[in-house]
């Protein structure tokens, strides 16, 4: 009589499920690494985007050179003169104290230029010499200068009448000046002037005159 034997469990079921459990296990370390390393792959890419600031470079300052200073000439003016004078004739050589009216326009132009003219009337105080007195002078003239601010330096040239003892005479007359402004409304300056006058009156005597004066103005 044939004796059954008891069957084994069957060990494949148990198998599987550990083979599963085990699964399971190895997707959630994989899983863990995986966001780790993502977590340092981020950390590590915001450190390298910090971007070091650059400071500007420090601006140098620009100095600005002022402009020279530009007057305005464009007026008219009258004034005072005092100086001396210097008059020769007939191998006499004579000088005296000079005193004056002056009065005349001046205009200015953009380059600097300055254009005027001047009406003046000059007296002698007891100038004697060849034996006759010079009384006085009378003078038109022009002037042209150049502007430099507060001051204007020019040359001047025009004609002069001379009054003496024995008659009267013409002469050209010319010269140099300069002017400089205390205010706008007053100059002050200098100008020199040499004349030549022919045959004074009906006679053949001449006159030669250097006069230097000091000249004060009032400017409108």
């Known amino acids: 009589m044939a004796v059954e034997r008891p069957s084994r469990p069957a060990e494949k079921p148990e198998r599987g499920v550990k083979t599963k459990e085990r699964t399971k296990e190895m997707k959630k370390h994989i899983l863990t690494m995986t966001v780790a390393i993502a977590a340092l792959g981020t950390a590590a ?11 500007p470079a420090p601006m140098t300052p620009v ?17 005072l003169s005092l100086g001396g004078a210097q008059a020769s004739s007939g191998g006499s050589e004579e000088s005296g104290m000079i ?3 002056h009065g005349g ?13 001047e009406a003046e009337f000059q007296g002698n105080n007891d100038l004697s010499v060849n034996g006759f007195d010079v009384d006085n002078v009378s003078r038109a003239k022009a002037r042209m200068g150049y502007d430099l601010g507060q001051a204007l330096v020019y040359g001047t040239a025009g004609v002069s ?6 008659g009267e005479a013409t002469s050209p007359v010319y010269g140099l000046g300069m002017e400089y402004k205390v205010t706008d409304k007053f100059s002050v300056g200098a100008e020199y ?13 001449d006159l030669q005159q250097d006069s230097l004066s000091l000249r004060g103005n009032f400017r409108f």
């Open 193 to 205: 002037l040499n004349e030549d006058f022919q045959d004074l009156g009906s006679t053949n005597t």
């Open 45 to 55: 890419s915001a450190g390298s985007l910090d971007v070091t600031p650059v400071e």
């Open 63 to 79: 100095e600005v050179v002022p402009a020279a200073p530009v007057g305005n000439w464009t007026g008219g003016y009258t004034g």
């Open 161 to 166: 009448k001379v009054n003496t003892s024995i």
């Open 105 to 117: 326009y001046d205009y200015q132009f953009g380059n600097g230029i300055v254009l005027g003219g």
């Open 99 to 101: 005193y004056g009216l």
